[in-house]
């Protein structure tokens, strides 16, 4: 079979219904949850806001458009090396530079719903995805991993989603040996369904947020709050995750979406 022929399959598979997109984005506007840093060291992205400027009337008639203000690193969104200091300086590490053949890639979605609701500190350690690739197969380099903990089901509260109380967010994430590991198999990045790539704690990690750190440094790329990771497969689901093209952004909204066999 040609790659011709793989590429007519899968446009057949699409228009059959064969192949089922699947939407791993959330509703982006004004009542997304957004990261809050401690005020003391860090100014936050402001809230989304979305602008008509007509809809149909005396200052369109036959037109409807917004404007909008939007952070980069707002809902289900996308972040490049230049986000962090660590990768500061890749000439690809912008989202307007990275290369779009990663734009589209294979995903390895590692469950850990279960003790994400049973802890919302829960850290996915090198061991758990050891174990994981010994259930599953192994996690290959240009790969996607994403952590499913089903934390999209709190994205309507902000306050259940952000978790935070006097001693700070509380939320699941990976450890640094987890994302050590991924990068000495040479993932493409790493994503998760939490308001960034990090644990809630990772703040206090060595090195501090470790995720975004060590992702950046090796000039991979990280994924937040993606939804319905639940009706993914462990191995075999093909996700795309182009950020808008941002003039050397660190990040963008971006509608994610996973290619799955119905
Ligand atoms: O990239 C993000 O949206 C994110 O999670 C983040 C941004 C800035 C500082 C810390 C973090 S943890
Ligand atoms: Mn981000």
Redesign the pocket.
Known sequence: MTTQDTLAQLATGLLTGAIKVIDCAATLGPKTPL?K?PPEIADDTPPIEIHKISEYGDRGPFWAWNWLKLGE?SGTHY?APH?WITGKDYPDGAVDTIDPQYFVAPANVIDCSKEAAADPDFLLTKDALIAWEQEHGEIKAGEWVLMRTDWDQYNEDAGTFLNADETGPHTPGPSVDCIEYLMEKKALGWGTQC????AGA?GGFEPP?PA?NLLHKNNRYGL?SLTNLDKLPPKGAVFITAPLKIENGT?SPVRALALVAA
Not at 195 to 198: N, Q
């Open positions: 990261l840093l690193h972040d986000h308001v960034g790539t990090d990772a947020y975004h937040a990040g």
